[in-house]
């Protein structure tokens, strides 16, 4: 690993706007910030570092993605329409099963070439039968590429179909062929039960654990597709070894009606009472909440990732950013692989989220600053992937895990003395305005180039694995999935029905 002189033309250390600053250099020794200074100080106490000058850039903590599933061939290009979260779930039964290694190397190709030097891999299946090879396949993806990744080891016991408690009567109802096809696939995608799982995580941490660039989590898929005494063993043990817990919850207006017959003293309150509510615990989504839980997501310190482009993309609604952040919940962002302008760029995400929270009430909740968006995309999203306090900030002694921007698009031709640069930032820069990645002290992207990697080939190889799971093997699967499609609409559309 090389000692580097990074010397921008400005620096924001931390997400406080205040703290920008104009001169200054990092010096990084051993993957570490070693000292921040002006550069030629710099470079007299370095003489043998390599010199890295970003003129017309911005340095800042790389951003963290907290919430994505490792799908870098969107679901768009694969075939899938935008539609209501079950039955764009139900769609993939349709197609075959994709090379977890190819198209989780493009995600984390993409992320990093946009910014994004952390994130958090949630739970997610192809179906190949064997879920533990899945899961290295992704993690070696992820090391290949150099990003920093927190893998959540999922796990799912029920309502593979529909919610529950609805779900014996939905089957019953359906044609006994499509039945005989459901009941042959769902539940079994992951590692299986209480016990297996918990196997596997150790497994996993034994192989893993001492990897400075990989977390390990559980990630159980969330309280409707997961019962009490699976999520409560999961979390037991999350306890034991001090893992987190990432989630999803009240994602869907679907969910929400669920979660009202399932568990009538509210989703957090019950996740709570099964010690799966804590400040370990990671909640993606977080649509249909109300003001209790809000009240239990931030009394127990947990985290929340805001994913607004696939919300509005799967019909699930828009978040209350404004209302969490003003109850001090931490907030952290994401792109679930569905961003609006389906890119998976996460400053524009964030800008999206921004604008969603800007409430038409003059007596409404204060939008979010400047400093708190900041925070969503750095130190939150470290905090939600256990990095932190390593990294989500630029200081002596931290992991040197940065982005520099170029600014041209922020301020070209004109921008006003007046209208602060992070602001500016936040409103007008896109991810494709990155000129330099740098993950643990080692640069992974620059000018538009991976480091030793052949973004053309981690492309091919994706679209190749794509165009094999076209179609299931068994022909049948196709048609079943329309004709599933065509039922799971009349369930919910009951279901949901005030």
Same mark, same amino acid.
Request: aromatic letters at 6%.
């Given at each position: 690993?090389?000692?580097?002189?990074?010397?921008?033309?400005?620096?924001?250390?931390?997400?406080?706007?205040?703290?920008?600053?104009?001169?200054?250099?990092?010096?990084?020794?051993?993957?570490?910030?070693?000292?921040?200074?002006?550069?030629?100080?710099?470079?007299?106490?370095?003489?043998?570092?390599?010199?890295?000058?970003?003129?017309?850039?911005?340095?800042?903590?790389?951003?963290?993605?907290?919430?994505?599933?490792?799908?870098?061939?969107?679901?768009?290009?694969?075939?899938?329409?935008?539609?209501?979260?079950?039955?764009?779930?139900?769609?993939?039964?349709?197609?075959?099963?994709?090379?977890?290694?190819?198209?989780?190397?493009?995600?984390?190709?993409?992320?990093?070439?946009?910014?994004?030097?952390?994130?958090?891999?949630?739970?997610?299946?192809?179906?190949?039968?064997?879920?533990?090879?899945?899961?290295?396949?992704?993690?070696?993806?992820?090391?290949?590429?150099?990003?920093?990744?927190?893998?959540?080891?999922?796990?799912?016991?029920?309502?593979?179909?529909?919610?529950?408690?609805?779900?014996?009567?939905?089957?019953?109802?359906?044609?006994?062929?499509?039945?005989?096809?459901?009941?042959?696939?769902?539940?079994?995608?992951?590692?299986?039960?209480?016990?297996?799982?918990?196997?596997?995580?150790?497994?996993?941490?034994?192989?893993?654990?001492?990897?400075?660039?990989?977390?390990?989590?559980?990630?159980?898929?969330?309280?409707?597709?997961?019962?009490?005494?699976?999520?409560?063993?999961?979390?037991?043990?999350?306890?034991?070894?001090?893992?987190?817990?990432?989630?999803?919850?009240?994602?869907?207006?679907?969910?929400?009606?669920?979660?009202?017959?399932?568990?009538?003293?509210?989703?957090?309150?019950?996740?709570?009472?099964?010690?799966?509510?804590?400040?370990?615990?990671?909640?993606?989504?977080?649509?249909?909440?109300?003001?209790?839980? #809000? @009240?239990? &997501? +931030?009394?127990?310190? *947990? %985290?929340? /990732? =805001?994913?607004?482009?696939?919300?509005?993309?799967?019909?699930?609604? #828009? @978040?209350? &950013? +404004?209302?969490?952040? *003003? %109850?001090? /919940? =931490?907030?952290?962002?994401?792109?679930?692989?569905?961003?609006?302008?389906?890119?998976?760029?996460?400053?524009?995400?964030?800008?999206?989220?921004?604008?969603?929270?800007?409430?038409?009430?003059?007596?409404?909740?204060?939008?979010?600053?400047?400093?708190?968006?900041?925070?969503?995309?750095?130190?939150?999203?470290?905090?939600?992937?256990?990095?932190?306090?390593?990294?989500?900030?630029?200081?002596?002694?931290?992991?040197?895990?940065?982005?520099?921007?170029?600014?041209?698009?922020?301020?070209?031709?004109?921008?006003?003395?007046?209208?602060?640069?992070?602001?500016?930032?936040?409103?007008?820069?896109?991810?494709?305005?990155?000129?330099?990645?740098?993950?643990?002290?080692?640069?992974?992207?620059?000018?538009?180039?991976?480091?030793?990697?052949?973004?053309?080939?981690?492309?091919?190889?994706?679209?190749?694995?794509?165009?094999?799971?076209?179609?299931?093997?068994?022909?049948?699967?196709?048609?079943?999935?329309?004709?599933?499609?065509?039922?799971?609409?009349?369930?919910?559309?009951?279901?949901?029905?005030?």
């Amino acid at each position: 690993m090389k000692d580097t002189i990074v010397a921008p033309d400005y620096l924001l250390a931390r997400p406080q706007a205040r703290t920008l600053a104009a001169g200054l250099a990092l010096a990084i020794v051993e993957g570490r910030i070693a000292q921040i200074d002006e550069p030629n100080v710099l470079r007299e106490r370095w003489p043998r570092a390599e010199f890295i000058a970003l003129p017309g850039c911005i340095v800042m903590p790389g951003l963290v993605n907290a919430h994505q599933h490792g799908r870098g061939l969107s679901q768009i290009q694969l075939g899938y329409h935008d539609d209501f979260l079950e039955t764009w779930i139900a769609s993939r039964r349709g197609h075959g099963v994709l090379d977890a290694y190819a198209v989780t190397r493009l995600a984390a190709a993409r992320m990093l070439s946009q910014g994004v030097t952390t994130t958090i891999h949630a739970n997610y299946s192809y179906g190949s039968g064997n879920y533990e090879a899945e899961v290295r396949a992704q993690l070696r993806a992820y090391d290949e590429v150099g990003l920093r990744v927190t893998m959540c080891v999922g796990a799912l016991d029920r309502g593979a179909v529909v919610y529950p408690p609805e779900e014996p009567c939905f089957m019953a109802g359906l044609p006994a062929d499509l039945r005989d096809w459901l009941s042959q696939c769902g539940v079994g995608t992951y590692a299986g039960g209480a016990d297996a799982t918990i196997a596997l995580m150790q497994r996993l941490r034994a192989d893993f654990g001492g990897h400075p660039r990989i977390r390990l989590c559980y990630g159980p898929a969330g309280p409707q597709w997961v019962s009490d005494e699976l999520m409560a063993a999961l979390a037991r043990d999350a306890d034991k070894n001090g893992l987190g817990l990432h989630l999803h919850a009240l994602e869907s207006p679907a969910q929400h009606a669920a979660a009202a017959r399932l568990f009538p003293s509210g989703v957090f309150a019950h996740l709570r009472e099964l010690g799966a509510l804590h400040e370990r615990t990671v909640v993606a989504h977080g649509v249909w909440v109300n003001e209790a839980d #809000i @009240a239990e &997501l +931030a009394c127990a310190g *947990a %985290s929340v /990732v =805001r994913n607004p482009g696939c919300n509005l993309r799967l019909r699930n609604g #828009i @978040a209350p &950013l +404004a209302r969490y952040l *003003a %109850s001090d /919940v =931490r907030v952290a962002i994401g792109t679930d692989n569905a961003a609006l302008d389906d890119n998976e760029d996460l400053l524009s995400e964030l800008r999206l989220a921004a604008c969603l929270a800007r409430e038409p009430d003059w007596n409404g909740q204060a939008p979010a600053t400047t400093d708190q968006l900041l925070a969503m995309a750095t130190v939150n999203g470290a905090a939600a992937a256990q990095f932190a306090p390593e990294v989500g900030t630029l200081d002596v002694g931290k992991r040197a895990d940065l982005v520099a921007i170029a600014l041209e698009r922020t301020c070209s031709p004109y921008l006003d003395g007046d209208m602060p640069l992070p602001d500016a930032l936040l409103a007008r820069a896109q991810g494709s305005d990155v000129r330099l990645a740098m993950v643990d002290g080692s640069v992974r992207y620059k000018d538009g180039h991976l480091i030793g990697l052949d973004l053309e080939e981690i492309e091919q190889q994706a679209a190749r694995a794509a165009g094999k799971a076209r179609r299931p093997p068994r022909s049948l699967d196709h048609e079943r999935a329309l004709a599933l499609h065509r039922h799971l609409c009349g369930h919910y559309q009951h279901a949901t029905r005030q």
